[in-house]
């Protein structure tokens, strides 16, 4: 295959970017958009030249590093799945490929493609987490959870926080990430008795963050990879509701 | 008091106002709509205008009336600020975007088709709000003994010519477009997830969507019509 590859290149969060054009002429279209990638770097390498950078880990869709915005689509236009698993069979040849990296102001351009993504870091540091005394483990079944409920719980934490949602919503929203670790957590009895500090927490958080505010176009749910559902946003909101209003506990500020 | 703040603060707190309120203007547009359509009745204008007089004489309607327009007001200041916010949240562009592929125009539109409605608002409280209850440049008629505006007159008058006919119309089809995505989205926001009643707000949603265009876009065409022939 032959393809024309469009990259958005940035040396540093500073400086202004630009776009380098690259002409690939010896693609297998069995390639996983990455390995594409690999090939143009070692091309870059052997004629001197600095490589594109870009994240990438497991590159079996599970770790949620890759982050490429391809054509206008996060993760490009192949549903359910990350950029590492996007295969280059489902490009034609002679196609003209346009890479950008996640736009939102949360999310600064590091280098090329790679943003710093630590303001999901620091969101589920704020309350995305179930406290647990160290101790000998209690008989599982000890704890009754309702399979509908760990249905739901396992579908929202099946969110691999790549920040798709961020980069498809035209808000640079982080609500479908923020709801998908709520829900995954306060729907199980172990979270369910820090929900109220959770919802508190978490959504001051992604607020300061700097992150946008949903307007329910549904994009993100669109072009999750993992298929998180936007319904998620919606007990979020029911869920901070119902801290801020029926709860008496109190979160400090 | 703290957790107030903080909540009318917070980005979900800011959007539980704009469903409210929105969801409060559907009502009044419902009732609006519904009055309107007395207008078309064959008795040159008598009920209307005892309508009309009754809603502005009686208490209750004057305190709901500032209600309304507190609705409106923080309607399109959260618009505002959550707009701002929006914009904000993303200063680089991406070069390419094909939008389309995962969410509906009206969904990403509703700014620009606010935007719209406030225009028309504005052309519509000029040509009769501000008419008839500030102005009072307008004709009076005695209806079982009781002087009273004469509205019908009024919007029989301005339905006539078909310029201004035509800019209700466009109001009302963007107004359409707004209810598709608003009040379905409304109903989201205030934190409606289940999914036995989720299906049925969509389905109430685009109902009155419209519905409600549809009982306005009524009285403008009758009166066209009737000046035709």
């Not at chain 1, 990259?7 to 390639?31: A, C, N």
């Not at chain 1, 540091?125 to 079944?141: E, F, R």
């Not at chain 2, 719209?116 to 009769?128: E, K, N, V």
Request: charge should be positive; charged fraction near 20%; hydrophobic fraction near 45%.
């Amino acid at each position: 295959m032959k393809i024309t590859l469009k990259v958005w290149r940035q040396e540093s969060p500073e400086e202004k970017g630009r776009f380098d054009t690259f002409k690939l002429d010896h693609i297998d279209s069995h390639m996983s958009f990455l390995e594409m990638f690999d090939v143009l770097n070692q091309q870059l390498i052997e004629e001197g030249k600095r490589p594109v950078e870009f994240d990438h880990d497991c590159r079996e869709g599970i770790c949620g590093m890759c982050s490429m915005y391809i054509n206008g689509r996060p993760h490009g236009a192949q549903s359910g799945t990350t950029t590492c698993q996007l295969h280059m069979r489902h490009f034609k040849d002679g196609d003209t490929i346009v890479v950008e990296p996640w736009r939102a102001r949360p999310f600064p351009v590091i280098k090329d493609l790679v943003v710093d993504r630590s303001p999901f870091d620091r969101i589920i540091a704020a309350g995305g987490y179930v406290s647990v005394n160290t101790g000998s483990p209690q008989d599982a079944n000890s704890i009754l959870v309702k399979k509908s409920d760990s249905d739901a719980a396992f579908d929202a934490a099946s969110c691999i926080g790549c920040g798709a949602c961020v980069a498809a919503c035209k808000n640079a929203s982080a609500m479908l990430f923020v709801s998908a670790k709520i829900e995954h957590l306060s729907r199980l009895p172990q979270g369910k008795t820090e929900r109220v500090r959770r919802a508190v927490n978490m959504v001051r958080q992604m607020d300061m963050e700097g992150f946008g505010n949903c307007t329910n176009t549904g994009a993100c749910e669109v072009e999750c990879p993992k298929g998180i559902k936007i319904k998620n946003i919606h007990k979020m909101n029911a869920e901070f509701f119902r801290a801020v209003w029926v709860s008496s506990e109190e979160v400090e500020a | 008091m703290s957790w107030l703040k903080g909540f009318f603060n917070s980005s979900i707190g800011r959007k539980f106002i704009m469903a409210l309120t929105g969801l409060f203007l559907i009502l009044f547009l419902t009732e609006h709509m519904i009055a309107n359509l007395l207008l078309i009745l064959p008795d040159n204008g008598v009920i209307y205008n005892q309508y009309s007089h009754f809603m502005v004489t009686f208490p209750l309607i004057r305190v709901v009336e500032i209600l309304l327009f507190a609705s409106i007001i923080f309607h399109i200041i959260y618009a505002l600020v959550l707009t701002y916010r929006n914009r904000q949240a993303r200063p680089v562009k991406y070069a390419v975007r094909k939008p389309g592929e995962n969410s509906s125009w009206v969904s990403r539109n509703m700014g620009f088709l606010g935007l719209i409605l406030f225009i028309f608002l504005a052309i519509h409280l000029a040509g009769f709000f501000a008419k008839a209850r500030i102005t009072h440049d307008l004709g009076m008629v005695t209806i079982n003994g009781v002087e009273m505006h004469d509205v019908y007159s009024l919007v029989k008058a301005k339905f006539e010519i078909w310029w201004f006919d035509l800019i209700y119309i466009i109001g009302f089809i963007a107004l359409g477009a707004h209810l598709w995505h608003g009040f379905y989205s409304s109903f989201r926001t205030l934190g409606l997830r289940h999914p036995k009643y989720l299906p049925l707000f969509k389905g109430i949603g685009i109902f009155i969507s419209v519905i409600i265009p549809l009982g306005f876009a009524v009285v403008p065409i009758y009166f066209l019509i009737n000046s035709l022939s």
